[in-house]
């Protein structure tokens, strides 16, 4: 159960959450999955983040068929190239690459 309280009206809503594990019953404490959990929203909320500050992908204008999908693929595509190149600060990452455009193409090992 999520519980939940709306900040302007006080307002408290209750919220069933279900998940799919591959654990077995034995494996799947509570403790546990919820380790899992915040493992994945962990890893999502950091992604989500970057993506939105960096790229403003929020307030992308790209919306029909497959092209946000797409962009966010190059997104993430270029979030974890920048850290195999051993930039922790995506944005300055991009910073650097941009000044040179050989920069990207040799960060993913293309001369």
Known sequence: ????????????????????TDLTAEQADAPEIAR???DHWGIENKVHHIRDTTYA?????????TAPRAMAS??????GALRLAGHTNIAAGLRHHARDT????????IQ
């Open 57 to 65: 992908e929020d307030a992308s204008r790209v919306r029909t068929g």
């Open 74 to 79: 190059l997104r993430n595509l270029a979030i």
């Open 102 to 109: 050989s920069r990207p193409l040799i960060a993913l090992g």
């Open 1 to 20: 159960m999520r519980r939940r309280r709306i900040v302007t009206t006080g307002k408290i809503t209750l919220e069933r959450l279900y998940g799919v």
């Open 36 to 38: 899992r959990i915040r």
